[in-house]
């Protein structure tokens, strides 16, 4: 069983920052996939970063490419995304979700095996 829980959310105004930490505890971490999702109310969850399990390969949707950056520290087994000129459009509750046993990237939010409870995280215009 893999456990993950999200933090760090909040509400700042539009071009501030904000960094949304995942602890992970369970299984072995460092033999898998991570990434983040987020869903504004009345939306699909879509897909938000991405990282393999090195931290080598990365990755984001286009709507976020640029600002946030996903890295991850395999002592610690955490998951990190910094966001930076938040929008009000960024406004969600941010998931992260660990595929296990996976080296490469992950896009499809159906392949992950386990997901956090979820950050707020709203951004003011």
């Known amino acids: 069983q893999v456990h993950l829980v999200e933090s760090g959310g909040g509400l700042v105004q539009a071009g501030g920052s904000l960094r949304l930490s995942c602890a992970t505890s369970g299984r072995a971490f460092s033999w898998s996939a991570m990434g983040w999702f987020r869903q504004a109310p009345g939306k699909e969850r879509e897909f938000v970063a991405a990282?393999?399990?090195?931290?080598?390969?990365?990755d984001y949707s286009d709507s976020v490419k640029g600002r946030f950056t996903i890295s991850r520290d395999n002592a610690k087994n955490m998951v990190y995304l910094q966001m930076n000129s938040l929008k009000p459009e960024d406004t969600a509750v941010y998931y992260c979700?660990?595929?296990?046993?996976?080296?490469?990237?992950?896009?499809?939010?159906?392949?992950?095996?386990?997901w956090g409870q979820g950050t707020q995280v709203t951004v003011s215009s």
């Open positions: 979700a660990v595929k296990v046993g996976m080296y490469d990237l992950v896009y499809n939010m159906r392949e992950y095996d386990y």
């Open positions: 990282i393999s399990w090195s931290g080598v390969s990365k």
